[in-house]
């Protein structure tokens, strides 16, 4: 196809783009941080195999396999000097796919970010010779146009965006992959950034990476898009996760079959797939839009939206209210409160900027509500907010409030972490959760480097060992920690049993309680129950309240880990706002009044900050266990806290 018939199409069109490369090469067996760019020389049958797949699977357009071949980063590999063979040698492995295939498919060039989210220590400009030595190859093979994919920073792509008017006048197809909804990671608004795109000369403005379907039109559906604009979307198969060792990502075809149609509502002209998308989400979308012209984009009505203003100031000098409790501190652990009462523990997320003062007021109203400790995640999703040692320091000595913080093995090496750890005895903060945590990459910085010194198993035993006196290193410390140690709970897994038995080493490690994943339906209760109630220490049963149809889509369809029934989704079908957390309540309170019979912990995980929601269920937790004013429960046999009851 000639150049020029690109931009036509998409007039008139609705454009199946093709899914991911790397991702869909992991799964075929090539490792992590190999040089999958590399495998268009060594291994061509394979990459033009991958483009066959998709075209049979009904993309119409397709991406070279060039999206990092550029000198800096073949440089890591040793292979700066064949940066223009490895995007020629991409070209035409594309098109003999096409050939193969036997069917029309535009070729476009993928040349992806250099600044790839890293902390920037050199002026953008420097970059600009590295862009033109690759685009310059790729233009000359004869691609389509060229695809500037996974640009976190605006401003980087306005730089590449004025180069490649420079260099041709083939079709631009410049994508953004935003930390979160509406904004870049370099502070601009995404309608800002779709405004300076297209007056730098983009023929397609969109996004694509970092974000799954909703999330990606939840941007949509906040943005004015300038008029005339074409849009592209390829969204990640929703976000990704660890899953029995391996990384996985969990949108199913059919889900993104759906998105697809909510896409085109939305004036998509050009719709693909990234991480974790395979052909088969790629033959899903194309069935879906099988035969169905382009919607004309109808921009959102922003005057009471103020994605465009600037958040408030920060406040400085915030003076927390003083604290009086009306009842003493209870000094038990909340494993020796398990052992005797039903005990609840809420998740509240720490803020991603520097205003705490909601943070502390939420706090406050869910330790009024009866928590027994409030649990602070480590940077979950591999997302930036504020240190939950700092934060738990401060609930202890300003409020009395009992913290649990959540340890992660990413960010600290060994040294930091054993630091860390010796912080929190300083502080008096005991109780912890030991968790792998998120990589890095699929976070808001994805330059950052993921550590993983230990795994969770290994932290568990040298924590453990703190309490023996005795540093990771096996030296004496002259003192002994006194930590509880809990471990996490994945019951949606495709080897429950498996993962019982990865349960009880971690338990064998050290662990004294296990927080799960949360839980919306009474059949994963009685799995559970079922599954744990020989070992010999508390689970905490995980409950997060749903918060509109939408949430429950995301949940179930991109988050890993986190599975919904169908009956779950077709309550909070059609809900939004208040009617909707209102159900979501609902439904949480008749799961927990199944909880309570057979688990005397309870997790609960406050959703987008609704901590009034989590405190309800605290209080109704309480009152209907009887012991809202710490009277004890004394119904099961402590030295094994989950066996003998029934539903």
């Known amino acids: 196809m000639t150049f020029n018939n690109l931009r036509e199409h998409l007039q008139q069109h609705v454009v199946i783009g093709d899914g991911a490369m790397a991702t869909l090469l992991y799964q075929f067996g090539v490792p992590v941080g190999s040089c999958y760019e590399e495998l268009n020389l060594t291994h061509p049958a394979l990459i033009r195999s991958v483009h066959e797949a998709y075209i049979r699977a009904g993309a119409q357009l397709i991406e070279t396999n060039t999206f990092r071949v550029n000198r800096e980063v073949l440089t890591r590999f040793g292979l700066e000097q064949k940066v223009g063979e490895i995007n020629r040698t991409a070209v035409k492995v594309a098109q003999e796919a096409v050939a193969v295939a036997e069917k029309n498919a535009f070729i476009i060039g993928s040349m992806g970010s250099i600044l ?56 631009i197809l410049a994508h953004l992959a935003t930390p979160q909804v509406g904004r870049t990671r370099d502070g601009y608004t995404v309608t800002r950034s779709f405004e300076l795109m297209r007056k730098a000369g983009a023929d397609v403005i969109g996004l694509n990476c970092r974000l799954g379907p909703t999330e990606m039109l939840r941007t949509l559906e906040q943005t004015q898009v300038p008029e005339g604009a074409l849009l592209s979307i390829f969204p990640n198969a929703g976000r990704s996760g660890f899953v029995e060792g391996k990384l996985s990502f969990k949108s199913s075809p059919e889900y993104f079959a759906d998105y697809a149609l909510r896409l085109r509502d939305e004036g998509v002209r050009l719709i693909g797939g990234c991480c974790g998308t395979t052909p088969d989400h790629i033959r899903a979308i194309a069935q879906a839009l099988q035969e169905l012209s382009p919607i004309q984009r109808v921009n ?62 939420g706090c406050q109203a869910l330790d009024s509500a009866g928590a027994a400790a409030i649990t602070l995640a480590d940077n979950s999703l591999a997302n930036v907010r504020m240190s939950n040692l700092a934060l738990g320091a401060l609930l202890k000595e300003r409020y009395d409030i009992e913290p649990l913080l959540h340890v992660a093995c990413r960010d600290r090496n060994l040294i930091g972490q054993q630091s860390h750890l010796m912080g929190l005895h300083a502080l008096g903060i005991h109780q912890i959760l030991v968790i792998t945590g998120d ?13 993983f010194d230990s795994n969770s198993f290994e932290l568990i035993r040298m924590t453990k060992q703190l309490n023996e006196g005795l540093s990771f290193s096996g030296q004496a410390m002259n003192h002994s920690a006194q930590f509880i140690v809990g471990t996490a709970f994945n019951p949606y897994v495709r080897n429950f049993e498996t993962a019982i038995q990865r349960l009880e080493r971690k338990i064998e490690a050290g662990a004294d309680f296990v927080m799960t994943q949360p839980v919306y339906d009474g059949e994963t209760l009685q799995k559970i129950y079922e599954g744990t109630k020989h070992l010999p220490i508390p689970v905490f049963v995980g409950i997060m309240p749903l918060t509109s149809q939408r949430n429950a889509e995301f949940l179930h369809n ?28 609902a439904m949480s309170k008749e799961l927990l009044d199944q909880a309570v019979k057979v688990f005397n912990g309870i997790y609960l995980i406050t959703p987008f900050n609704y901590y009034k929601m989590t405190a309800e269920l605290t209080e109704y937790v309480l009152n209907i266990c009887g012991n809202s004013n710490g009277e004890k429960v004394e119904f099961y046999d402590s030295a094994c806290p989950n066996k003998n009851r029934s539903f």
Request: hydrophobic share 35%; charged share 30%.
């Open 439 to 451: 990589p890095s990459r699929y976070g808001d910085l994805p330059g950052a480097s993921s550590v």
């Open 558 to 585: 991109e988050v890993p880990g986190i599975s919904l029934t169908e009956e779950a989704l077709q309550r909070m079908s059609g809900l939004k706002g208040e009617k909707a957390r209102q159900e979501g309540i």
């Open 300 to 361: 959102p009505d922003l005057k009471e939206n103020n994605q465009d203003k600037e958040k408030d100031q920060v406040r400085f000098h915030i003076q927390p209210q003083a604290h009086v409790k009306a009842y003493t501190k209870d000094q038990r652990t909340i494993i020796e409160r398990a052992q005797e009462e039903h005990t609840v523990i809420v998740e509240f997320d720490s803020p991603k900027g520097l205003n705490t003062e909601d943070f502390f007021n």
């Open 116 to 171: 790839a989210g890293r902390v920037r220590t050199e002026p953008l400009v420097s970059y600009r010779s590295l862009y033109e030595e690759q685009a310059s190859a790729l233009l000359e093979s004869g691609v389509d146009g060229i695809m500037l994919e996974t640009f976190e920073d605006l401003e980087e792509l306005l730089l590449v965006l004025e180069l490649m008017l420079s260099l041709t006048d083939r079709p």
